[in-house]
């Protein structure tokens, strides 16, 4: 079965500072598809990057990188010059497809970052 | 415009009462889905709707019943609540089933039983 582990349940930064957030995964499919998701304060789910498999090439977005190792099945997230706006719930997450042609999402149980002033 | 939209946005309710929450999605996809979030923020799907018709079932209690009047509107009818339900719960939606595709959710609707 599918799985997604991060283990960081919470990290405390103070501004500005660099933060990765780790996520390793399971799964037996040779294509399948990593996600990012953030969950602020106000509780909505917003996703933030899609990576398939085939692709191991880093991505940055502003002050946003993602790191994604086949090797050791991990798909880490570096938010760098933190700020207090970062602070929210991450989710990492894994596209299992399923016999039936559908595919389901499969969370992790999310890392909570905390930045301080 | 919302494009997942839930409501209600909160909801507290008394043990044993059956109540709906209502999710609608204006972006045109075929594809709709529910998720649960416990206390400890665990995500999990619950169900997953194509073109109206049902794809997923996990394992969730037959007091929790989906409806999809059409593809745009997936609503949530839960009977003889239990304290147990209390979480937050997620509508969300996504162009199709084709893997990769990714899943746009609603605001979310906090329930709470007492």
């Known amino acids: 079965a599918q799985k997604v582990t991060q283990a960081q349940t919470e990290i405390s930064v103070v501004e500005k500072e660099d933060v990765t957030l780790d996520c390793v995964y399971e799964?037996?499919?040779?294509?399948?598809?990593l996600f990012w998701y953030k969950q602020p304060p106000s509780g909505e789910l917003v996703f933030l990057i899609r990576r398939n498999s085939f692709d191991e090439q880093n991505e940055i977005s502003g002050r946003y990188s993602w790191n994604f190792q086949k090797s050791t099945s991990s798909f880490n997230f570096t938010i760098t010059a933190s700020q207090v706006v970062d602070s929210a719930v991450y989710f990492c997450?894994?596209?299992?497809?399923?016999?039936?042609?559908?595919?389901?999402?499969?969370f992790g149980t999310g890392t909570r970052l905390l930045v301080s002033p | 415009d919302t494009a997942v939209s839930q409501t209600p946005k909160y909801l507290v309710t008394q043990m044993g009462n059956d109540k709906s929450i209502k999710c609608e999605q204006n972006l045109g996809h075929d594809t709709m889905y529910w998720y649960k979030q416990d206390s400890k923020k665990f995500l999990k799907i619950m169900f997953s709707y194509n073109n109206k018709e049902l794809i997923i079932n996990e394992t969730v209690p037959n007091r929790f019943s989906p409806k999809s009047p059409d593809k745009a509107h997936l609503n949530l009818h839960i009977n003889s609540l239990e304290l147990g339900d209390s979480a937050v719960y997620f509508c969300?939606?996504?162009?199709?089933?084709?893997?990769?595709?990714?899943?746009?959710f609603g605001q979310g609707t906090r329930l709470t039983v007492v």
């Open positions: 799964t037996r499919d040779t294509t399948y598809y």
């Open positions: 969300a939606s996504s162009p199709d089933r084709v893997l990769g595709t990714e899943a746009f």
């Open positions: 997450a894994l596209s299992e497809a399923l016999n039936t042609g559908f595919q389901k999402l499969v």
